[in-house]
């Protein structure tokens, strides 16, 4: 038993003694370059094309399908419905200046012109 009690530390010794590493150099050290970072820049400016303008309707909504007011308008641009929230919709007209006028009670008004397809302009 006390053989191998003196292999075990004689093999500890020669591991822990004879097995030094040269440490990194601090001098040899470079560090790797930054990521690639662009410098910002400014943001894009928008100039509108006047060589084709969108048709831009906003029509009311009758009474009782405008949800006690909370969606009274809907919005069509070039022919196509613009999903928009009420909220949206409320902050749109707001800017504009548009006040909500319920429509007049019309056979074209109950067919859905205006709030379920876009109405016809004459050009």
Known sequence: MR???NNLCLIF??????CQTQGIQKKDFVPPPPPNIKPPT???SFVPSIKRLAEIQINP???PFSI?????FVIWVDGKRLQL???EIKQLTKSLN????APNNTAEIH????WQYPLKINK
């Open 68 to 72: 006690n007011g909370e969606v009274p």
């Open 85 to 87: 929230s009420g909220f």
């Open 98 to 101: 548009i006040k909500y006028q």
């Open 111 to 114: 067919q859905g012109a205006g």
């Open 61 to 63: 909504i009758p009474h």
């Open 13 to 18: 010794v020669v591991l822990f003694c004879g």
């Open 42 to 44: 400014l943001p894009p």
């Open 3 to 5: 053989k191998i009690q």
